[in-house]
Every structure is written in structure tokens, then in C-alpha cells.
Nanobody, 125 residues
Framework: QVQLVESGGGLVQAGGSLRLSCAVSGRTFSRHTMGWFRQAPGKETEFVAAIDGSVGTTYYADSAKGRFTISRDNAKNLVYLQMNSLKPEDTAVYYC??????????????????WGQGTQVTVSS
């Protein structure tokens, strides 16, 4: 069974930065496509970023491009989301997710087989 544990959330002022981490255990981490999603109060879960398990290709939602960077350390079974120039609209619970196989549907929740419990990010104006 794959387990994902996020950390690094918190309260930050607009314009600030946070780095989220996701620790993965239980399976061969390097083969998983990894994704970050978020859910703001009263809104649906939305895709933020993903990184594949083969060559490390990265994908971003338009809202994240130029501000967020997803990366992975296969030796440590960790995936990161570096978030810069944060805005109040980035306030949400951020979830890490892992996909067993990966496909072109990296931006959809259904692509992912395992999810973390989420970490709260709050950006004050």
C-alpha cells in the first residue's frame, strides 16, 4: 500500500513563498507520476502540477505557471512543490497524489491511485 504524507503548509503573506513536501512510502516511488492538487473552500479540487516518473517531465496549471515548481528526489522518495509569489487565491488545502501508471490525463483526479491527507496553505492579503 502506498502512503503519502504532505508537510510544509502554513500561513504566509501575499508575495511570500512556501515549499510543500510529500513523502511517499510503500512502493517503487520512481515509477509513479506525482501530482499536486488543491481545494479551496466551497470550490472543486483543481490540478496544480505534475511530474512524470520516467524523464521528470513537468506539467502545470495556468494558475501555477511561472510561480510554482514541482520536483522530485527519487533517492529520498520525496516530491516538492515550491510556491513563490503567493496570492490570496492560492489559499487551499493542497494534496499530493501518486499514479501507478501515468498517462496524458495527469491533470485529472481519476488518474491518481493514492492521495495524501492534505496540508493547509493560507495566503493573507
Amino acid at each position: 500500500q502506498v502512503q503519502l504524507v504532505e508537510s510544509g503548509g502554513g500561513l504566509v503573506q501575499a508575495g511570500g513563498s512556501l515549499r510543500l513536501s510529500c513523502a511517499v512510502s510503500g512502493r517503487t516511488f520512481s515509477r509513479h507520476t506525482m501530482g499536486w492538487f488543491r481545494q479551496a473552500p466551497g470550490k472543486e479540487t483543481e490540478f496544480v502540477a505534475a511530474i512524470d516518473g520516467s524523464v521528470g517531465t513537468t506539467y502545470y496549471a495556468d494558475s501555477a505557471k511561472g510561480r510554482f515548481t514541482i520536483s522530485r528526489d527519487n533517492a529520498k522518495n520525496l516530491v516538492y512543490l515550491q510556491m513563490n509569489s503567493l496570492k490570496p487565491e492560492d489559499t487551499a488545502v493542497y494534496y499530493c497524489a501518486a499514479s501507478d501508471y501515468g498517462s496524458s490525463y495527469y491533470y485529472t483526479e481519476g488518474e491518481y491511485d493514492y492521495w495524501g491527507q492534505g496540508t493547509q496553505v493560507t495566503v493573507s492579503s
